[in-house]
């Protein structure tokens, strides 16, 4: 098949492979490979590909309606809201396309709510490495390296600590602050845990000075830690949540959840023409009635025990790193051979595995992912490691 890309703005480096179709944790390009998927469409596809229980939720309500306009109430709207809000322990639920697009209402609401509550307090403390999005805003909460200088000027407000360091954050918090903003886990960054001591402790002294702990699951969410949501290791309650990846099984879905006395938007703060499609909260419905289940949370914690293990064993006998992570959110540290260059070599034996720092390897595979599967991971990445 003769495919141009020519015309496919080119907004990141993609291998020229181009996927057609995909089931359980293989999607299959034009010529049949590239069939073992650790990276799970950048964890957004976490209950792999093609699962029937998905295209049934997807037809049934396809076949019923797809889209209502958000100045309408929705049936799935109301079920996934209600499941979300009963999931985090939190109140209210904004569905959206992206999981920027739920940071950047996150940032918004934080900031009415300071307008509100704190005269007028904007600043978000955010965490040096974390990553929140691509829009101006979150890319301005984003500590990504090298982001500090683009699209400038910057939306600002965003001040930086290290992940981790408790008196970095007192020592930033002033009386313009709203709020502490965090991933459990930083992702992009390489998979480096915030640690449930510091959540907890976090949580503390953000209740003490009355500001705001906005929590980013977009990545650590819905199941991918072997929990429903990451903060759930600490046993916290933030006060704002966001998801979005896996909550779609693949579908653009995402949401902003927030307690009842943060939530205080006004007609036309917030709002978007494909914001809680009955189409994208049916499917989003499904996910977490599945992913909810204890017994898939468990084979998840066990299966992420399992691939750590075998990393560790590979990375202990082959001289490489550290192996962190939780669940099925792992990453190997590697020492003496390029990130990038392994997991391109990895492609050419039909692995997808992504590079998200010169010496680390991530892996998120699907949340279903086998035994056998990350046997025959650990086989194809082994030549690359030696
Ligand atoms: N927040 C975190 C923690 C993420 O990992 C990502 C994406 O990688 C985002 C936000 C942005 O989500 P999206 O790419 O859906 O806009």
Known sequence: MNIDLDHVMKITERPPIVMV???????????????????????GSGCGHGRRWML????????????CSPAYHNEQMAKLATLLAEGTGLAEVFLCNSGA?????????????????????HE???????????TLATMAASGKRGWDRLFEPKVPGFPKVPLGDLDA???????????????????????????DDFLR??????????????????????????????????????????LGKGLGGGVPLAALVAARSVSCFEPGDQGGTFNGSPLMAAIGCAVVETVSQPSFLAAVEE??????????????????????????????????RDAPTVAREALGRGLLVNAPR???????????VTIAEIDEMIARLRPGLA
């Not at 179709?21 to 010529?31: K, Q």
């Not at 202990?316 to 003496?336: F, I, Q, Y």
């Open 56 to 67: 049934e939720a997807m037809a049934a309500q396809a076949n019923l309606l797809i889209n």
């Open 124 to 134: 978000i403390v955010t965490m040096e490495h974390g990553f929140h999005g691509r």
């Open 21 to 43: 179709e995909g089931l359980g944790s293989g999607p299959w390009d034009l010529d049949g490979g590239h069939d073992l998927d650790f990276v799970r469409a950048w964890a």
């Open 169 to 195: 954050v007192k020592r930033a918090v002033c009386p313009d602050t709203v709020g502490v903003m965090l991933e459990p886990i930083q992702g992009e960054a390489g998979v480096f845990p915030a640690g």
């Open 201 to 242: 402790d976090l949580r503390k002294l953000t209740r003490e000075l009355g500001v705001l702990l906005i929590v980013d699951e977009i990545q650590t969410g819905i199941g991918r830690t072997g929990r429903m949501f990451g903060f759930e290791h600490a046993g916290i309650e933030p006060d704002i949540v966001t």
């Open 303 to 336: 299966r992420g025990r399992y691939l750590m293990e075998r990393l560790s064993a590979l990375s202990a006998e082959l001289g490489h790193g550290e192996v962190r992570g939780r669940g099925l959110l792992v990453a190997l540290e590697l020492r003496g």
């Open 358 to 368: 010169p010496d680390t390897l991530r892996f998120m595979p699907a949340l279903t």
């Open 101 to 121: 697009e739920a940071n950047e209402g996150a940032i918004k609401l934080a900031r009415k709510w300071g307008a509100r509550h704190r005269t007028g307090a």
